[in-house]
Each structure stands twice: as C-alpha cells, then as structure tokens.
C-alpha cells in the first residue's frame, strides 16, 4: 500500500479500498470544482453544472483506476507517479465535462481539456515526488500537497484567467 492510498483509506482494508478511494476522488473533484466555480459563477452562464462535471469526472477516473486501465496509463498504483498519470487521466475527463459548460461562452473552451490534464498530472507528480521522496513526516506529506495544489491551481487558474479574456464573437 502507497503513502497516497493510505491517505485516502487509513490502514489497509480491501473492503472499503474501492469505496474510499471513490469518495475521495469525488470529494476531491467537488472541493476543487467548488473553488473553479466560484470564479466563474459570474463570469460564465450555465455554470451550475461545473461541481457535478467535477464530480463525475473524478469519479468516472478512480472508477477506471479499479478496472484497470492504472496499469495502462504510465505505472501502477505501487508508485505515486502511478497515481499522476491516473490523475492526468481524471483531469481529462473532468476537463471534458467541463468544456460542454464552456464551450459557447468562451472562444478556444477547448483548451481547457489540455490544462485540466496537465494540472492535475503534474499537481499529482509533485505530491507523488513529495511522498516518494521525502516521505518521512507528516510535514513533509503537508508540503507536497501544498506544492501539488499550488502547482494544479496555477496551471488551470491561469488558463481559466485566459480562458475568460476569450469571449465568443457574436454573430
């Protein structure tokens, strides 16, 4: 078991492996969908359905770690990095989701799906490096987490912030 399931989990039980690791991604897609939502509920119409997009995103991603396409997408859960390409992988299907709110209120929606993927992926590399490597304290889990989200919300805040410079011409 890796220091990342072990968050999600606590100690080891394969009877709520699959559920907590389900209610973390979806707890985690709508915490981060909230906070995206409350820059864009005044700016874009339609938004409401931005936390459920999240939501379902994260979902339809640790659904798909547990089916196993974890092992296909770059490494195996035995490696936190394991976990930054299943995450990459949640970013682009919530980012997917995203978009059909997007699309039609901002000019170029589709590169959200590219920053939501890159975000997450490498918010995530920098939380599985933290635990991979200086994965001594619970300090030391602190910062990496600190470090992946800042990493995430900079590169999917800044392309938001773009995102929103970029209306639709009318017609």
Request: net charge negative; with cysteine.
């Amino acid at each position: 078991m890796d220091p990342l399931t072990d968050i999600a989990l606590g100690p080891y039980d394969p009877l709520n492996e699959v559920g907590g690791l389900l209610g973390f991604g979806i707890g985690l897609g709508i915490g981060v969908g909230l906070l995206q939502w409350l820059v864009l509920r005044r700016r874009v119409s339609g938004v409401g359905w931005w936390v459920l997009a999240s939501a379902a995103g994260s979902y339809g991603m640790m659904q798909a770690g547990f089916t196993g396409y974890s092992e296909i997408v770059w490494m195996s859960y035995d490696s936190p990095f394991g976990w930054a390409g299943v995450v990459a992988l949640s970013g682009a299907v919530t980012g997917t989701l995203q978009w059909l709110v997007l699309r039609g209120q901002v000019s170029r929606a589709g590169w959200w799906v590219l920053a939501s993927t890159l975000g997450w992926g490498l918010g995530m590399a920098v939380v599985g490096y933290g635990c991979d490597e200086v994965w001594d304290s619970e300090l030391a889990l602190l910062w990496s987490l600190v470090g992946g989200g800042v990493v995430m919300g900079a590169v999917t805040g800044g392309t938001l912030v773009w995102l929103l410079r970029q209306p639709v011409p009318k017609a």
